[in-house]
Nanobody
């Protein structure tokens, strides 16, 4: 059974940092593009960041550029999202996803985690 499990969310003050992890199981995900998305209450799910299969290429949404860093450890079948200088606008449920192509479109990702809540207090 293919599974993605996020962890590391929580409550943090504005300006603080969190590191999210997404552990994959059931098969190796080294052949997948991995992405992070988020969804705030009343809003659509939006792209945050993605990383290529090798980890050499990363892409970020404009609101998080320079603050967030996506990385992956294929030996551990895990992808990370380091989030610094958090704003209250970053409050959302964060999801990791795996897919076959490099895209910001969430509908093109095949596997999703259950999400982890990130709350930034101002």
């Amino acid at each position: 059974q293919v599974q993605l499990v996020e962890s590391g969310g929580g409550l943090v003050q504005a300006g603080g940092s969190l590191r999210l992890s997404c552990a994959a199981s059931g098969r190796t995900f080294s052949g997948d593009v991995m992405g992070w998305f988020r969804q705030a209450p009343g809003k659509e799910r939006e792209f945050v960041a993605r990383i290529s299969r090798s980890g050499a290429v990363t892409t970020y949404a404009e609101p998080v550029k320079g603050r967030f860093t996506i990385s992956r450890d294929n030996a551990k079948n895990t992808v990370y999202l380091q989030m610094n200088s958090l704003y209250s606008e970053d409050t959302a449920v964060y999801y990791c996803a795996a897919g076959p192509i490099a895209t910001n479109n969430p509908s093109l990702y095949n596997h999703w985690g259950q999400g982890t809540q990130v709350t930034v207090s101002s």
